[in-house]
């Protein structure tokens, strides 16, 4: 049952073929068997599920319950739920249950679908590699001495291992499309201002973007006309017309122009990751698309504006932890200094510490012209690289990562090294841009991602010119070899 | 030597919207703590606000009253520090890109009028409040306020002397409470004064190093906290001394001024453009529509007030100066028909009684309507002057509805009736023979004086319900 | 960057950090400094600073009352109140 797909699965609730309590008991039931290997979740809301189950069973009796009703999922624990923990891998949250629930999270429980839990990820969404969590670190399935990747490690894994069908997730940097990456599944970051940020813990509120992590194009784009909502209580949140993005799955790829930028296929990428690549790019070219040779001359600004960016923005969103009114509170605080800078430093991990600090720096007087506004400049340079690929172009493939899982630990103790994980996924945050991860081989038995990056709100095509290249490859069908 | 005070304000306006600056929330005065805070103002993870129109609104409309540039594109940015009373760790204000820009005010003092400049104006969120009292040590945060809008007004340092930024502050005042984008009430917080006052030897050119007098919330404490600051400020220098800058807090009570906490490294607030919010674009044709529901302001009020009602222009001043005293002032005199007579009331014995009592005229017990009620018996003669003022503290002591009702319940009406007031007449000049003879026997320019005993008697006699008119004429006809 | 700067940014953002490991973190933000040094190596004088991805506009909510109060469910979740206030040490001015 979990290999089905999720058309297959909602097809078989809608007929009742099988029921939403049954699908959702056998899916807590592999998490329960299987997940201490893996450590995905966070928290599992087994009863929370079933009774979610049983209401959606009973909808489905009356007919006309929505197409998702009954299907299991997870959430990424970034998102808040009410009466559900909520602890964005952090310590500071460990004790934190939101008295409200995120936009998307109440979206897709309107729909009907069962949350089975909520999914491990770098403390913050700051991380590549699931390594600064508070509750350890996610082990890749395909791999477990691997990573799976950063920050969705949670979101990634679980699906990948079969343990959900599919699972929310956020990215900031890489987030959604790097783990999708080094799991092996389907991951999709829409456009900027597509999903409603309402209820996502803010990492860097300019950059951060929810999305979704399934094993296919086409489960993404069943789940995706669900998570798009417009939301008037997020002000970055665009009223744009929602399609139905299921669509223009089938439509053929013939002319279609594909860029492929020089600059992602340089120093710093492994050889068998650019196989992998070069092979999916083939085989579009045999579907009847045409590779256009492109540059983004200011890439290598990505990396740099990131980081100056980010830390700013999250040095004054994580202000708000303080230990007053929710969250960490240090013990017998002796003054507010004490409750401020004692709640902080053991309540934060040393990445997110850093980050801060770093995000402090940037912004302090004396720094601001040299360094944030400099990279906010920056980062116009680089959108303004894809606003002209695209007068070329209808849609960017590349690597989404440099190279496969890596080992625990190998990225040893310089943060830089960590930070060029996401040297090719950066850049579509800087600029707002939609981009996808799909599966394109397998180098060492460990999986390898094809990134496609869309033009503004080119969701629909994208999801499309994945589905298309999952018709004629089975890549998104491998499982690891530990869970079949 | 001779000094030279130099003054500047920073004003914090708090606006009257219903809800708050960047969530739903209620911003109503004086709530049980925490009642009006919701998540987006306790800054809990992964809310995120949206900017209130009524509050821009509101910001143009104080732009045009004081004939500033209007930036048609500003931008929110976060100031980060920590505190409290602050949720987010950041105030969400205005910095490079402010709504309102450059402007002025004209303040009238003894030395006449002068232009104070305004270097602009920005929205940003109130903060909440720390409670001191002893919680076991602790102190208790309320956050009601936190998020309440305001408008902050800097002026350039134009004021050279504390009844110049008095006048400064009263002539704002007047301004936001006639445009009623902020309710005035001062005592509640709801306009606060910081005060930049530096001195410098008279002629020099270069700014004296300054002090800023903090959250100071009335007329009266201003004008202390500037004459004690520059007070200080001269001699210390005098004694060859040098003025630190430093932040300072004056007690009304204690008519004594300290320096906060010093703030050992000065705050590095690391501003930045707010992620969470888009910049705020408006168009002509909004500010044109916002132009058109401009009220009348106080200066225009004035000079209507003389010409239309024949007022004297000291009367129309005060009458105009802020929105509830007009308001007040237009209905009794509407309602009375009699604009002098009501303004001569309003600024007699109404804010004589309001200042014996302590309290405003927004919560005065008598309405402009029942004072119209007064006005129009003393005019038509119904009732004497004197007894207006009875009934007007009949009505002040809630004894009844309408003047008519407590003249007839207490039995105000003047005595007309000829036959009675020539009874009390006849039976005065019976008692007093002394004063009848010598009033007879004096030259007719002391005549006029010495009948005041008489008009007093009978008055007296009368319990004051004489027709004045009246009683006149016919103790002239009898003492011939 | 010495590790005296370290103390003035925790101090600035309200972190503790260890006097031992100052010099590592000190060391760990110099390298990802010497990252952003390429930044000031282009040229960007005729470059807008871009501070959204969408170049959209604010849009304004109207002015009304929308939230209830819920003073009980966020003082369950918080560490230390009194009749419906937060707790902290004591506030000096």
């Keep these: ?484 | 030597m001779e000094w030279e005070t130099v003054i500047g304000l920073e004003v914090h306006v708090q606006l009257a919207t219903k809800s708050k600056i960047f969530s739903g929330s209620s911003t109503a005065f004086g709530a049980e703590p925490n009642t009006q805070a919701c998540a987006i103002d306790l800054a809990m993870p992964g809310t995120l606000p949206v900017a209130n129109a009524e509050a821009f609104r509101m910001a143009v409309l104080f732009g045009l009253g004081i004939n500033a540039k209007i930036n048609q594109h500003s931008v929110f940015e976060r100031k980060n520090y920590f505190y409290p009373d602050l949720p987010k760790g950041y105030q969400t204000t205005q910095l490079a890109e402010p709504i309102v820009g450059p402007g002025f005010l004209e303040i009238e003092t003894a030395q006449g009028v002068k232009q104070v400049r305004i270097h602009h104006a920005h929205l940003e969120e109130d903060a909440g409040k720390s409670l001191h009292e002893d919680f076991h040590g602790m102190s208790g945060i309320d956050l009601n306020r936190a998020g309440t809008p305001l408008i902050e007004v800097v002026s350039e340092p134009d004021m050279r002397n504390a009844e110049e930024a008095v006048a400064f502050a009263k002539k704002l005042h007047a301004l936001v409470t006639a445009l009623e984008i902020c309710d005035g009430e001062m005592s509640q917080g709801s306009m606060r004064f910081d005060v930049n006052i530096s001195v410098r030897p008279k002629g020099q050119e270069k700014l004296g190093t300054r002090t800023e007098t903090k959250n100071l919330n009335s007329f009266k404490f201003m004008d202390e906290a500037i004459e004690l600051e520059v007070e200080r400020q001269i001699s210390v220098l005098e004694s060859g001394g040098v003025i630190t800058q430093e932040t300072r807090l004056y007690n009304g009570d204690t008519k004594k001024a300290r320096s906060m906490r010093s703030k050992e490294d000065s705050n590095d607030y690391r501003y930045f453009p707010c992620p969470d919010l888009l910049p705020v674009v408006l168009d002509d044709a909004y500010i044109e529509a916002v132009r058109q529901q401009m009220p009348e302001l106080p200066a225009a009020k004035a000079v209507r007030y003389q010409t239309s009602f024949g007022l004297p222009a000291y009367d129309a001043g005060i009458l105009s100066a802020d929105s509830t005293t007009a308001r007040y002032f237009e209905t009794a005199a509407a309602a009375s028909g009699q604009p002098k007579l009501a303004a001569n009331w309003v600024i007699g014995e109404v804010s004589a009684q309001l200042n014996r009592h302590e309290i405003s005229l927004q919560n005065c017990p008598v309405s402009a309507d029942q004072l119209g009620g007064i006005l129009q018996r003393i005019a038509d003669n119904t009732i004497t002057a004197k007894s207006g003022k009875t009934v007007f503290d009949a009505l002040w002591q809630g004894e009844g509805q309408t003047a008519d009702e407590i003249i007839a319940a207490k039995g105000l009406q003047v005595v007309s009736d000829t036959g009675a007031l020539e009874k009390i007449i006849d039976d005065i000049i019976a008692a007093n023979s002394a004063q009848v003879e010598s009033y007879r026997a004096a030259p007719d320019d002391k005549k006029a004086k010495m009948l005041g005993f008489f008009t007093g008697q009978a008055m007296k006699a009368s319990k004051g319900q004489a027709n004045p008119q009246q009683l006149n004429a016919i103790l002239l006809a009898k003492l011939q | 960057m010495e590790p005296s700067e370290i103390e003035k940014l925790a101090k600035l953002a309200r972190l503790h950090i260890k006097p031992e490991e100052a010099a590592e973190v000190a060391k760990r933000i110099g390298n990802v400094l010497a990252l952003m040094d390429q930044l000031q190596a282009t040229n960007t004088d005729a470059v807008t600073p871009m501070a959204h991805p969408l170049d959209a506009v604010q849009r304004l909510r109207a002015d009304l009352v929308t939230e209830p109060n819920q003073r009980e469910a966020f003082m369950a979740i918080a560490p230390a109140t009194e009749n419906g206030l937060y707790l902290v040490p004591k506030v000096i001015d």
Aim: proline letters at 6%.
């Design chain 1, 1 to 484: 049952m979990h290999n089905l797909s999720i058309a297959q699965l909602i097809n078989q609730l809608q007929t009742k073929a099988v029921s939403s309590r049954e699908l959702t008991q056998h899916f807590l039931n592999r998490i329960a068997q299987l997940d201490p290997g893996y450590n995905s979740f966070v928290t599992v809301t087994a009863e929370q599920a079933l009774a979610q189950a049983d209401a959606a069973d009973a909808r489905l009796a009356q007919g006309n319950a929505p197409d998702l009703c009954g299907l299991p999922m997870a959430h990424k624990d970034i998102f808040c739920t009410q009466g559900v923990r909520t602890s964005c891998g952090s310590k500071m949250l460990d004790n934190f249950i939101p008295p409200y629930s995120a936009t998307i999270v109440e979206n897709y429980a309107a729909a009907g679908v069962v949350m089975l839990g909520k999914t491990n990820m770098d403390e913050f969404a700051m991380g590549s590699s699931n390594e600064t969590s508070y509750y350890g670190p996610v082990k890749n399935p395909w791999a477990t001495h691997c990573v799976p990747g950063g920050s969705s490690g949670g979101s990634a894994a679980c699906v990948a291992a079969r343990l959900a069908p599919a699972a929310t997730a956020s990215d900031t940097g890489g987030s959604i499309r790097q783990p999708a990456s080094l799991c092996g599944i389907s991951g999709l970051k829409p456009t900027y201002g597509r999903i409603s940020r309402w209820g996502m813990i803010a990492f860097a509120s300019s950059l951060d973007q929810a999305g979704l992590m399934a094993r296919s194009a086409e489960d993404i784009a069943l789940l995706l006309n669900t998570l798009t909502s417009f939301d008037a209580k997020d002000s970055t949140c665009v009223d744009h017309p929602i399609p139905d993005y299921r669509a223009d799955l089938t439509k053929p790829l013939n002319g279609l122009r594909i860029g492929v930028p020089v600059e992602y296929f340089g120093e710093g990428l492994h050889a068998g990751t650019a196989a992998a690549v070069d092979a999916a790019l083939k085989h579009y070219e045999s579907l009847g698309a045409r590779l256009v040779s492109i540059s983004l001359p200011h890439s290598s600004l990505s990396v740099p504006a990131y980081y100056v960016i980010a830390p700013a923005e999250c040095s004054a969103n994580l202000s708000r932890f303080d230990g007053v009114r929710y969250g960490y509170r240090c013990k017998d605080p002796q003054d507010l200094e004490d409750l401020y800078r004692r709640s902080r430093a053991e309540g934060f991990g040393d990445e997110v510490k850093r980050r801060i600090l770093i995000g402090s720096y940037v912004l302090s007087a004396g720094f601001y012209d040299a360094y944030y506004s400099q990279a906010q400049k920056a980062r116009r340079l680089i959108q303004q690289d894809f606003v002209s690929a695209f007068q070329q172009v209808d849609i960017i493939l590349g690597p989404t990562s440099p190279s496969p899982a890596f080992e625990f630990g190998s990225k040893g103790q310089d943060p830089v090294a960590m930070y060029l994980e996401d040297i090719y996924t950066i850049a579509t945050n800087l600029a707002g841009l939609p981009g996808m991860s799909i599966p394109c081989g397998l180098v060492d038995g460990k999986p390898v991602g094809l990134q496609l990056i869309g033009n503004y709100f080119a969701e629909s095509l994208m999801l499309n010119v994945a589905h298309q290249y999952q018709l004629g490859t089975d890549f998104h069908t491998l499982a690891p070899a530990a869970i079949s």
